[in-house]
């Protein structure tokens, strides 16, 4: 997420109520999550397992708990509590802007797109032309759809990440500031749900059709020309490459890659990255010749029971 103008390590840090480490005037120019930071972002961080990885992370401005060697050309801002304070900032620079309309003024909407009744449109959403938007579609703000779309009825775009930090007395909200991005020639079912970014954009690519009741998580990208059958859920931050064919009910564990072209069988469940061009299935899901072997073994226990049973 980039700040609508560019901010001082200095203004950041009254914005917070924090101590910094760093020229007053150090430049920085917007907050996102770990694995999509750019030089001038803010990172945040609160467990020492990750401040290496934050610390020589592109972010040139870490949001830290503790006060640390600072790398050379970075800065820091010390927090007693950095998940708060990232926080604050997603509220500061991206606050809940509250609708007046069904569709919003600030929307903009291309030639020929055709929107049935009780559709909501959020505030500086923009669809391109020639879109059909079905009715009880809800398009929350900032979501961005591409030309040729079909979006069916009940479908939400750009809810909040499933995003909370376990405090002792609660679970405490990540808020989300991001958007949902949906590129030309999209399909999406009925009653789908796509969750926006923390920071940055969840992505459908250019093509993909989505059948009805699937989910995907918040900053999750899926690539161009996939098809993803019904209840299917797919978690945060994963990359989904083009070509990907995702057949019913399968279950996507967050961070990971399923490469370019991979099919995976209905109800699988995916726990780690897959390398593209294979056909997987089961759970964990694996390799269709390496699960047929698994399966033909599981066969073979009762006879070899019996045969010790009957040698014991």
Same mark, same amino acid.
């Given at each position: ?195 926006? @970014? $923390? #920071? +940055?954009?969840? *992505? !459908? =690519? /250019? ?5 009805? %009741?699937?989910? &995907? ?33 399968? @279950? $996507? #564990? +967050?961070?990971? *890659? !399923? =490469? /370019? ?5 209905? %109800?699988?469940? &995916? ?42």
């Amino acid at each position: 997420m980039k700040f609508p103008i560019p901010q001082t390590l200095e203004s950041i840090a009254i914005t917070i109520g924090s101590d910094y480490v760093g020229e007053a005037n150090f430049p920085v120019f917007g907050m996102n999550e770990i694995h999509v930071v750019q030089p001038g972002d803010i990172v945040f961080v609160d467990h020492p397992k990750y401040y290496d990885k934050a610390l020589q992370s592109q972010a040139t401005v870490i949001l830290i708990n503790k006060k640390v060697e600072c790398p050379v050309g970075k800065a820091l801002l010390i927090s007693e509590d950095p998940f708060r304070d990232f926080n604050k900032l997603t509220q500061h620079f991206n606050p809940f802007e509250r609708s007046h309309n069904a569709v919003s003024e600030t929307a903009e909407i291309g030639e020929g797109t055709i929107l049935q009744p009780n559709v909501f449109v959020g505030n500086n959403v923009k669809i391109g032309r020639n879109c059909l938007i079905h009715s009880n579609v809800s398009i929350y703000d900032d979501t961005v759809i591409g030309n040729n779309v079909i979006i069916h009825a009940g479908t939400v775009l750009g809810s909040d990440a499933f995003y909370y930090k376990n405090r002792p007395e609660k679970f405490d909200k990540l808020f989300s500031g991001g958007n949902v991005v949906i590129k030309d020639n999209v399909d999406l079912g009925a009653l789908c749900t796509i969750d926006k @970014g $923390v #920071t +940055s954009s969840t *992505t !459908i =690519g /250019e093509g993909t059709k989505l059948d009805n %009741q699937v989910h &995907v998580g918040h900053d999750t990208v899926i690539g161009k020309r996939c098809l993803i059958a019904s209840q299917v859920g797919i978690a945060g931050c994963v990359l989904i490459e083009d070509f990907v064919t995702i057949w019913g009910q399968v @279950g $996507v #564990t +967050s961070g990971i *890659t !399923i =490469g /370019e072209k991979a099919v995976i069988s209905a %109800q699988s469940g &995916v726990s780690k990255s897959l390398p593209g061009n294979k056909a997987y299935f089961g759970t964990p899901a694996d390799e269709f010749r390496k699960k047929y072997k698994e399966l033909a073994s599981i066969r073979l226990i009762p006879d070899i029971i019996e045969k010790l049973d009957k040698l014991s």
